[in-house]
């Protein structure tokens, strides 16, 4: 049961998701930050207030890195070493149960678990 719940935490939809809300609430709030709203210019009597716009940028910058460095990073290097690719110059063949590539001295198919048996002479 663990292993299924770490396999449903690390889905890759699911982590962009996560990352995606905590953003989306942090937005709102940032204790301790620099207040900008105060900061205007002014051209032909329109005032902008370009310091809501600096509130803004810099409370998602700091949430975004924050996330950035606190979660998407260590998952990333946790996805990395799971990951089950086989190298590029690796001969392979189909796995006769399942079709999937299997490497050619493999005895056992790391998809469906089945015997493949040795690999045929090269003819």
Known sequence: MIKEFRDFILRGNLVELAVAVVIGTAFAAVGGQQDF?????????????????????????????????????????LMERRQVETPVDEQTRDCPECRSDIPVLAN????????????????
């Open 37 to 77: 709203s105060d900061l205007t210019f002014t051209i032909n009597g329109s005032e902008f207030r370009y310091g809501h716009f600096l509130n803004a940028l810099v409370t998602f910058l700091t949430i975004a890195a924050v996330v950035f460095f606190l979660v998407i990073k260590p998952i990333n290097a």
């Open 108 to 123: 056992r198919c790391a998809f469906c678990t089945a015997e493949v048996g040795p690999a045929d002479a090269p003819g």
